[in-house]
């Protein structure tokens, strides 16, 4: 809430009518979280299935070791890569795999770099699974291989709150074609690389607008639930300029900027950008984005959209064909690792020009 009078107060400040569109989330209330038999970390996901759960502990890696996971605790070893989402693969399969097992309760081990706990996105209106479901640190794999096949207790107590958080929308009518931008604000745990880069990029963005395309109306939204299947979003399309009146659409994802780290022995800072990036763009906007992108690691290559990756697709589909974002996803992605010291703005400031180079090609091909 702090966050989002913060952000409000900016772009009033930018000349924006700023009002609040409010959205109801499910925020977890957890009294209690353990495992039986060792000192574990371990995460809610959101919208949790409270219970306590005794039975043995299994550890799964992959599919074909489902059957093990009948009637006990399973603890799912992801295979290494930077996870973001629990109904995509690998995670999906895998948890429909234990799920159809009979598995009574889940511990997921996102294995990735950061070797921490990492929150997974996941449904707003529901729980993705009818048990307890929690993350664990992957770093922490050998002490749940030492108690595979013992009989142990999960407890989840507490209970799931419904609260309201608000989307931000921000206008400023001039004109009778618009320019649109988007980005959320939320995330899991503190997000900085995630989220701090796009905040900070759309405040970047949404001062400098207003004189750069003082002819055209201009639409920001700044939106809440993003780990919540891109909840606000989809609640702040519903206020959008039509597609037929929107020049161009630039959606800031997650991640623009983050250092970058060795991952060799006592592995330090790199002070250049993490490559794990991308700029994905509707077929009209690709031109302009190879170029405006061009020199920046990891996004001097546009690609097409990919569904489910991000809002930038719900966009796409409503019709805006001039549209595009950059994603990415650092070491630290969905992890409390995820914090301001690996967020450099030297390595922000020419995303943010990109951006707008881009923006600007999309505007001039419409007014041509």
Known sequence: MATAGWISSELAAAGFQVTQQPVTIPVNRVEHLSLTGGNFTLYAQPNM??????????????????????????????PYARHSTLWLPPVAPLIESVMTAGAKALIVLATGPSGDILGLNTYADRAYVPVPLVMGKPDELPQYLAMAGRTVTLTLQ??????????????????????????????????????????????????????????????LINTTGHELAFSGTHEALKLAPPPRQTDVWVHIGA?????????????????????????????????????????????????????????????????YTHAFAVLGQSRWFHTPQDTLDKLDPALLAPVVDAHLAALDAGVRAHHR
């Open 49 to 78: 299935i409270p219970g306590m759960v005794t039975a043995p502990l299994v550890v799964i890696h992959a599919a074909v070791q489902a059957s093990q996971a009948s009637g006990a605790i399973a603890v799912l070893v992801l």
């Open 158 to 219: 507490g209970g799931v709150d419904q609260m309201t958080s608000p989307n931000l929308i921000a206008q400023r009518h001039a004109g009778p074609r618009w320019i649109a931008v988007s980005t959320p604000r939320t995330g899991f745990f503190s997000c900085l690389t995630e989220r701090g880069s796009g905040t900070a990029a759309f405040i970047a963005m949404a001062r400098r607008l207003p004189a750069l395309y003082p002819d055209h109306s201009l639409f």
């Open 255 to 319: 991640t623009l900027a983050a250092n970058d780290k060795q991952e060799v022995r006592n592995g330090r800072m790199t002070g250049s950008a993490d490559p794990n990036r991308v700029v994905m763009a509707t077929p009209a906007m690709m031109p302009s984005c190879a170029i405006a992108f061009r020199g920046l690691s990891g996004l001097d290559d546009t690609r097409d959209i990919v569904r489910g990756a991000g809002e930038l697709s719900a966009i796409a589909d409503l019709g």
